[in-house]
């Protein structure tokens, strides 16, 4: 078996991430990301882009954690905080994603719709129908 650090469990999961986040980043292969829809409010590139690279990260991240932490023996006491750290930047990358569909939907609309929308302006009220002298 190749291990180069040490560490098989993290040299061999994160080499899949890499793997993924290549194809997701490079290739723009939309297929590996569960959920994903071409007729939802996101467009592929962006997609792909930020997934892609967000693999990338947590796959190098996971190499280098095993790397550094498996000779000293603090593996299973850092493990939790690893888990933890990937956890948060998973809801952090989710967020940008929902945040960008909603940019999108809204970059379409008129200024006037927008500011009502956020409350800076008043909406129309309703004209009299009575005639003017």
Do not use: C
Not at 71 to 87: K, L, N, Q, T
Not at 113 to 131: C, D, H, L, N, V
């Amino acid at each position: 078996m190749i291990a180069p650090f040490g560490s098989p469990e993290t040299t061999y999961l994160g080499s899949v991430f890499v793997v993924f986040g290549y194809l997701l980043a490079v290739h723009e292969w939309a297929f590996l990301v569960a959920g994903y829809d071409d007729s939802s409010g996101i467009p592929r590139e962006v997609v792909t882009d930020m997934v892609g690279r967000f693999a990338l990260l947590v796959g190098l991240a996971t190499i280098g954690f095993g790397a550094i932490l498996r000779g000293s023996g603090a593996f299973d006491r850092y493990g939790p905080v690893f888990a933890v750290i990937v956890f948060l930047a998973t809801f952090g990358l989710i967020y940008r994603l929902n945040a960008h569909a909603r940019r999108e939907t809204t970059a379409g609309q008129p200024a006037a719709i927008e500011a009502t929308e956020q409350g800076s302006i008043e909406p129309p009220t309703k004209r009299s129908t009575e005639p003017s002298d």
